[in-house]
């Protein structure tokens, strides 16, 4: 029987050539175009975390209400599509209404993601 894992890596799509991305540190698949940041003075579980518009390449795990330094939040955690890894979470709504701007948004954890600038040298 083939694992749940091998099932979603054929759907991971790589379609973000020649442009700044974030990719999953663990398999390298792109997770988020870096013009979708929002902010880097986020923290995630284990550190610093990014406040993405979108993300790419990831698939949301059961939706829960999570006490966070902001305050009580419905979230789902977001994982890589190419590996499983747990990336961040997806903000689904905030209870505080100075929180509400993050509903719809990703938070990517940086640890878990590599910035690829997509730099090419001139010859």
């Given at each position: 029987?083939?694992?749940?894992?091998?099932?979603?890596?054929?759907?991971v799509?790589?379609?973000?050539?020649?442009?700044?991305?974030?990719?999953?540190?663990?398999?390298?698949a792109?997770?988020?175009?870096?013009?979708?940041l929002?902010?880097?003075a986020?923290?995630?579980?284990?550190?610093?975390?990014?406040l993405?518009?979108?993300?790419?390449?990831?698939?949301?795990?059961?939706?829960?209400e999570?006490?966070?330094?902001?305050?009580?939040?419905?979230?789902?955690d977001?994982?890589?599509?190419?590996?499983?890894?747990?990336?961040?979470?997806?903000?689904?709504?905030?209870?505080e209404?100075?929180?509400?701007?993050?509903?719809g948004?990703?938070?990517?954890?940086?640890?878990?993601?590599?910035?690829?600038?997509?730099?090419?040298?001139?010859?």
């Open positions: 029987m083939a694992s749940s894992l091998s099932d979603t890596r054929t759907q799509v790589q379609i973000y050539d020649n442009q700044p991305t974030y990719a999953c540190a663990k398999c390298s792109v997770v988020a175009l870096q013009d979708e929002i902010s880097k986020f923290s995630g579980r284990d550190g610093r975390g990014y993405m518009h979108s993300a790419c390449n990831i698939k949301l795990g059961v939706k829960e999570r006490p966070l330094l902001t305050g009580l939040h419905s979230v789902a977001v994982f890589c599509l190419g590996c499983n890894e747990r990336l961040g979470w997806y903000y689904h709504s905030a209870s209404h100075s929180q509400k701007y993050k509903e948004k990703y938070l990517l954890e940086k640890e878990k993601i590599i910035k690829d600038n997509a730099w090419t040298l001139n010859e």
